[in-house]
């Protein structure tokens, strides 16, 4: 009898990515969540083994930190085997005006949310090639699509994770594992709450008509595309009409966005 199936999720112990793991949970899947603070993920394994995970290993770790992602992704295999998902899902964002953020804002943000994805896909690819199965989910975000005023740090981040998704779609289509992109709308996570502690006016302005999706509504979505085997995973309706127009639309957004955050910084 097989084991049941085994995902990576980064980022698992909060917003999206433990959204993602409480649905797999249902289901009965093995889990290995990577997240910084181990009471926390301690407090979501108890959690998930309710909802009937199979089995639920947890991994104390920055994911910026390259070593340590290394280790803890080749614990999780040596537990559980090559995953049949991973989903790369850790983040953080902290907009402000450009010349307000720090050259550390840039620097940190880059190495959680670019390098903290390229560092986990590293580790655990080679495993999933092998095996010639799996799929790897990166979220990346609708500021991955279009820049947005106040997110000089986060956006760029951003960018290089679809940039990544799609090279890697393209490399890893003959070897059996599946590459899904994901750029989710405002979400109703910690990470949101946090970001509205630094949000300049004119970013609070453009924000305020945008959709906000809760974390289940996102998993339930990014889970669908998988399923699917598509490519761009795009959650709620302004998401889905940007992802495969941005290009065209994008003139029009900007002037858009232009107007709103002109009048919000009057």
């Not at 779609?169 to 109703?188: F, I, K, M, N, Q």
């Not at 992802?243 to 639309?249: E, N, Q, V």
Request: a positive charge.
């Amino acid at each position: 009898m097989s084991p049941p199936p085994h995902a990576l999720i980064s980022g698992g112990s909060s917003g999206i990515g433990l959204a993602v793991a409480q649905r797999l949970a249902a289901s009965g899947w093995r889990l290995s969540l990577l997240a910084r603070r181990a009471e926390v993920l301690e407090q979501c394994a108890d959690g998930l083994r309710g909802l009937g995970a199979a089995a639920v290993h947890c991994h104390a770790v920055d994911v910026a930190d390259r070593v340590a992602v290394t280790v803890a992704v080749a614990r999780a295999l040596e537990s559980c085997g090559a995953p049949d998902l991973v989903l790369t899902c850790a983040g953080i964002a902290r907009p402000d005006y450009f010349a307000a953020l720090a050259d550390a804002d840039f620097v940190q943000a880059m190495a959680v949310n670019y390098f903290g994805t390229l560092h986990v896909l590293r580790a655990v690819l080679p495993a999933m090639r092998a095996r010639r199965a799996g799929h790897a989910v990166l979220v990346s975000s609708g500021a991955g699509l279009i820049g947005v005023y106040g997110y000089a740090a986060y956006a760029p981040t951003k960018f290089a994770v679809r940039g990544l998704a799609e090279v890697l779609r393209a490399e890893l289509r003959g070897d059996g594992v599946g590459v899904s992109v994901v750029h989710p709308p405002d979400t109703d996570t910690p990470q949101l709450a946090a970001e509205n502690l630094t949000k300049p006016a004119e970013t609070r302005a453009i924000a305020g008509a945008a959709q906000v999706m809760s974390a289940d509504a996102v998993a339930a979505a990014i889970l669908d595309g998988v399923r699917r085997r598509r490519f761009v995973i795009a959650p709620g309706l302004a998401m889905r009409a940007l992802a495969p127009l941005h290009s065209l639309l994008g003139p029009v957004l900007r002037w858009h966005f232009d107007r709103v955050a002109a009048r919000a910084g009057r």
